[in-house]
């Protein structure tokens, strides 16, 4: 049985477990999302809270870890649904889910079931219409992003019986424009994709080197298949800023934790 909670309650329930409730650009009745932090960060590149199976962390830890996010929700482990992610635009309903199944978006149309996914500065993007109660969770890094895995991930959500104009969108902590840089051939490709450069790019004046704005590249797509500005929100987190509190793969490496950042319907 799943319990009945907002992001405030989420706040105090789980107080032993770091999380991070996100906002929409209103409040959503019986929508809860949450984004973890690293917990104790010296302790490893792992840190003292890690969910994520596949990145080389001890299997026990991830377990335990696991154990605490789920009894902090209340909830049984088969309502917690994630996926091994490859940076590839697969989406999947959430009864396809596990964390053999490679993908980078799953979408559920069930009350009390989380979707998520792992980042360490890739961009996480949580999706609601909160109407017909139809959710989902995508992770977008600049190849997901350019191919267009926002805009699969919405077309999913319709196809369950969403509608665009009812949807909300948040970003939970990723790396900003500022920190991201990246080569002239991204930028390239971006702009060949025609993308709006000078919103989603910039030249660092000291080192003269292109950055790329991920989560504002993913705003674009969002934007371009009908939902409004108004109704996308940002964390304005940025993991390679707060390496201590959000795991990032620029400041610690690939072989790190990652944040997991999930969202679910509870009626």
Not at 5 to 20: D, F, G, H, I, Y
Not at 129 to 139: E, L, N, R, S
């Amino acid at each position: 049985m799943t319990l009945k909670k907002n992001n405030a309650e989420l706040a105090t329930t789980s107080a032993a477990v770091p999380t991070v409730p996100l906002q929409f650009d209103q409040p959503l009745s019986g929508v809860v999302t949450f984004a973890t932090r690293r917990g104790e960060a010296g302790v490893s590149a792992y840190s003292s809270f890690n969910c994520c199976p596949y990145v080389g962390d001890d299997p026990a830890h991830v377990d335990d870890c696991r154990r605490a996010l789920l009894k902090s929700l209340r909830i049984d482990p088969s309502l917690l649904k994630t996926l091994r992610q490859v940076h590839s635009v697969r989406v999947v309903a959430a009864d396809e889910a596990s964390p053999t199944v490679e993908a980078d978006a799953v979408v559920t149309n069930r009350p009390g079931e989380y979707v998520g996914v792992y980042t360490a500065d890739c961009v996480p993007i949580l999706l609601v219409d909160p109407i017909v109660g139809i959710a989902a969770a995508a992770h977008a890094g600049w190849k997901g992003t350019l191919g267009g895995i926002a805009t699969l991930t919405v077309e999913k959500m319709t196809s369950l019986g969403a509608d665009v104009e009812r949807i909300h969108a948040t970003f939970g902590p990723a790396i900003c424009g500022g920190c991201y840089e990246v080569g002239q051939e991204l930028i390239d490709r971006f702009a060949e994709e025609r993308f709006p450069m000078e919103r989603i790019s910039r030249v660092n004046p000291t080192t003269a080197k292109p950055h790329l704005d991920l989560v504002e590249a993913n705003a674009v797509l969002l934007e371009r298949v009908g939902i409004a500005a108004e109704h996308i929100s940002r964390s304005n987190i940025c993991t390679r800023c707060a390496p201590d509190t959000y795991f990032s793969a620029r400041a610690l490496g690939v072989q790190s934790g990652r944040v997991l950042t999930a969202i679910a319907i509870v009626r």
